[in-house]
């Protein structure tokens, strides 16, 4: 088994909500004790309705966002209270790929500026190696040079993506963070992505923690996966684990909604009644009683502890 690249120990990311006169009115639990670790070289699925907190969970794991509490260890270095100057150094090797490449990218710079500054803000290389590197990398991400003086809003939507990974990549990183990657691009751009995304892992080791609400995405791309509802982490296990004996009703109705091509495969589509509830209020007990077809009266009170269920599988449900 491979080591870990990344511990997060029952890490928090809770934003305090301001009502009228800026008076406090309570606090959103977007990220509420989530532990998981990373290991080198592999894809890490989390996935869940929008609003679950993945992409918030993504982002404090890089420390984008700061924890309210936990650690988060990168390596064997606790990132968790490092300032941002002494967090500098390791910037470089945790990264982002976001999911609209558009917003993502300065629409005032060509594709060249974009990625020769990003090499700048990190203080490497000379301007002539900043710019044959840039074009190098181009290249690899599968575009000829001359979108090197293209603007964002020249280029397609697959092909700004192309240059969002690239950017991501130039600091030579150990982990990426792909926030749905491949939702905003068309259907036959998302294979072409993701395909690119694997032969870089390959050729590279990264670590990919992907983030997908597209449960077939994450089973072509993912080794493990970790299943959010309402902030925590409800289920994980390996992919293969996970889609052949899911055990939390939250992820049965999830898979239940991925095509299969063999009908004798297809499952009975679970319908989920109610919305997601606001995290500023979460439901006592389990979280998900409140649109759980098999909650019980104890389900409304005690909160399920994650367990393990079979060698490397966890979930947190009263009835597993
Ligand atoms: Fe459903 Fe109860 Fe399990 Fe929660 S603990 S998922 S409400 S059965």
């Given at each position: ?124 290389a000379s301007r002539r190696e900043r710019m044959e590197r840039s074009l190098r990398m181009l ?13 964002p809003h020249e280029l397609s939507g697959g092909q700004r993506q192309r240059v969002g990974i ?15 990657p491949v939702s905003a691009l068309d259907v036959s751009v998302r294979s072409q992505i993701i ?126």
């Amino acid at each position: 088994m491979n080591l870990p690249i990344l511990r997060a120990e029952h890490v928090k990311t809770w934003f305090p909500v301001r009502g009228l006169a800026g008076r406090p009115a309570g606090t959103v639990r977007a990220v509420d004790d989530v532990s998981l670790t990373l290991r080198q070289g592999e894809t890490y699925g989390l996935v869940g309705e929008t609003g679950c907190g993945k992409s918030t969970l993504g982002r404090t794991l890089i420390r984008l966002l700061e924890p309210t509490d936990g650690r988060i260890f990168l390596n064997d270095t606790e990132i968790t209270s490092l300032t941002q100057r002494q967090l500098r150094p390791l910037r470089s090797k945790m990264q982002m790929i976001f999911q609209d490449p558009y917003s993502s990218l300065d629409g005032r710079m060509h594709v060249g500026d974009i990625l020769t500054e990003t090499l700048a803000i990190q203080g490497r290389a000379s301007r002539r190696e900043r710019m044959e590197r840039s074009l190098r990398m181009l290249s690899e991400v599968g575009l000829p040079a001359e979108h090197f003086y293209r603007y964002p809003h020249e280029l397609s939507g697959g092909q700004r993506q192309r240059v969002g990974i690239a950017r991501a990549l130039l600091s030579e990183p150990e982990l990426i963070v792909c926030d749905e990657p491949v939702s905003a691009l068309d259907v036959s751009v998302r294979s072409q992505i993701i395909r690119l995304l694997l032969e870089l892992q390959r050729e590279r080791s990264l670590t990919y923690l992907f983030i997908s609400h597209d449960m077939s995405v994450v089973r072509y791309m993912a080794d493990r996966v970790g299943v959010m509802y309402l902030g925590a982490l409800v289920e994980e296990a390996s992919v293969d684990e996970l889609f052949d004996h899911a055990a939390h009703p939250y992820t049965r109705v999830l898979l239940s909604a991925v095509p299969t091509p063999d009908p004798r495969t297809r499952r009975q589509r679970i319908v989920l009644e109610g919305e997601l509830p606001s995290p500023l209020s979460p439901p006592g007990g389990c979280p998900f009683h409140t649109r759980c077809a098999h909650a019980t009266e104890r389900c409304r009170t005690e909160r399920p502890e994650l367990k393990e269920i079979a060698p490397g599988h966890i979930a947190s449900c009263h009835i597993i």
